[in-house]
């Protein structure tokens, strides 16, 4: 797992360094870890835009995998952000450590890169913008668009 940005090629896969060169398009799926609800949410780095997509049930962590597959099967990212829980002073706790454990999960069974970010306050505002509707997925899909800005180069 890493927190770099992402690689550089040219605008249409060629290689990297010469003029104009732009990144490759990314689509990214965005993951609001939970013991109970795993809430995913989509990315375009194209158009550094973000959609929540769904939750998916958990137990102790463990998510319904089918259900899981079946998103990152339709979607097909490139890579997976997972949001990381911090107290708000930066202190990790133990759903930090079972976050990463998740994260590690996610690469090995998807062959994908996989990301952590701080997530401090995604839950907070999910509650504030869902209303009725779906918290999880609406936390995932801040979390994606954290991502989006802080990771992804800014156009030129």
């Avoid at 109970?36 to 194209?46: N, S």
């Amino acid at each position: 797992m890493s927190c770099a940005g992402p690689s550089v090629t040219g605008r249409h896969g060629g290689q990297p360094g010469g003029a104009g060169d732009l990144p490759a398009p990314e689509t990214v799926l965005a993951v609001d870890f939970g013991l109970k609800h795993i809430g995913l949410a989509v990315g375009q780095t194209i158009t550094r835009t973000a959609s929540p997509l769904t939750t998916v049930s958990a137990k102790d962590g463990r998510p319904n995998w089918g259900a899981f597959d079946a998103v990152v099967g339709q979607w097909r990212p490139d890579r997976l952000v997972v949001g990381l829980p911090s107290h708000m002073d930066g202190a990790e706790s133990e759903m930090s450590r079972r976050a990463r454990q998740f994260a590690r999960i996610l690469e090995k069974r998807y062959a994908r890169p996989v990301q952590l970010i701080d997530e401090r306050l995604t839950s907070v505002e999910a509650k504030r913008l869902a209303a009725d509707g779906d918290n999880h997925a609406i936390a995932a899909g801040l979390i994606a668009e954290t991502w989006l800005n802080s990771h992804w180069l800014a156009p030129g």
